[in-house]
Structures are given as C-alpha cells and as structure tokens.
C-alpha cells in the first residue's frame, strides 16, 4: 500500500519536531504519534526509518550521493551504532526547542510531557552572562581563541557568540539553576572541540592545545 507521504518528508518533520535531533526511537515515536503513515502496512516501520536516514546522510553505511550535498540532509551526533541523528541546516523557530550539544536530551527546569520527558533550559541565564562579558569587556570573543565575530563578519557577526555550559546539563537535578557564571563565551569551533571528549575538556585545557 502507498504511504499518505514519503517517509523521508516525515522523518524530516518529526526531527524539525524534536528539535532538530533524537534518537531514532525518538523519531519512530514522534512519527507514530502524528499518526500520519500507514504502519500497518509497513509493522516494520523503524526499519524503514533508519534506512531513509542511512540513505541521506553521508554518515551513514548507505549514502551514494556528495558529501554536504542536497541529498546529505542528516548527520550523527555522535557515530553510526549511537542511534542519535540530527538535521543539517535545522534553524529553530519559536514552535521548536532549541537543542544545543550541551543538552542531548537534559534540560533545566520543571518538566514537560513530549516524546519523553525533557527539561525546559532557561535560555535568559545565556543573555545575561553575555551581557555581563560585554560589559566586562566592551565586546563578545571566545574565551579560548579571542575569536571576535565583528572583527571578521563586520555587522553580519555584530554581538555573535556562543554559550558554552561548563557544567553539563545531563548532571544537573530538577530544580538545579545554572548560574551565570557557569556560561562560558566560546566561537563556533571552540564549542565543538569542548564536546569532542568525555568529560568535556575546560576551556584553559582547550586553550593550552592551541597554545601548543
């Protein structure tokens, strides 16, 4: 029987749904709750699921099509077998949780009933401790590389940064608050390269690799 729609525009939608990645149970579930697909003609649904990923994104076993090309629409988070995708180009809108790599699935705050249970992050935590290092400082860089947004983008990157938890949100309890000086200002690069490990390395460890 002929799906309502192709599976690939509801994986796309149920990740734009979850906030812009999930594990894949997090996206069979989201799936099977719109109620959308036809899945007694397909029971082997989650299947069909992983294998449309596979078949998009350039991390996965079955990719044929150029890599960052159109076709290359997912990516893992975290290496095939870890189960965890995300949507390349995502951009959060204000019907979308915004996911950063400091929460993979944790959150701050009281909780809320989705696909599973996350944890709502107070994002004005973020703004303040930027204010705070502007009026510190007199501008925004990265803490580790001195990274300046204006410098290099003129007024595209005008006030760009981003807010690096130097705690992980996943060790967080309900009713912890994250503090402001808990938030460091890094660049892009920087960010990613303090998620590269576990633990996550500080930002002075980070430093003192491009120091050396």
């Not at 109620?35 to 990923?53: C, L, Q, S, V």
Request: charged share 35%; glycine share 10%.
């Amino acid at each position: 029987m002929v799906q309502p729609r192709p599976w690939l525009d509801e994986v796309i939608d149920a990740l734009k749904e979850l906030g812009g990645h999930g594990t894949l149970n997090d996206i069979a579930d989201r799936i099977y709750d719109r109620g959308i697909m036809d899945f007694e003609a397909n029971p082997y649904y989650k299947d069909r699921i992983r294998g449309t990923i596979y078949n998009h994104s350039s991390d996965g076993t079955y990719y044929k099509g150029e890599k960052g090309g159109e076709k290359d629409i997912f990516f893992s988070l975290h290496g095939i077998g870890k189960g965890h995708w995300g949507l390349r180009n995502f951009e959060p809108d204000g019907n979308n949780v915004d996911f950063t790599e400091d929460d993979i699935g944790f959150k701050e705050g009281k909780k809320q009933l989705k696909q599973h249970i996350i944890r709502e992050r107070n994002q004005e935590v973020v703004k303040k401790a930027k204010e705070r290092f502007k009026q510190k400082n007199g501008r925004l860089f990265c803490e580790v590389c001195k990274f300046d947004f204006f410098k290099t983008y003129g007024e595209l990157g005008e006030d760009f940064i981003e807010g690096h938890h130097t705690v992980p949100v996943s060790e967080l309890k309900e009713g912890n608050k994250t503090k402001i000086e808990d938030i460091a200002m890094v660049c892009s690069n920087c960010h990613r390269m303090l998620h590269r490990k576990r633990p996550w390395l500080t930002k002075e460890q980070l430093s003192d690799l491009i120091r050396t």
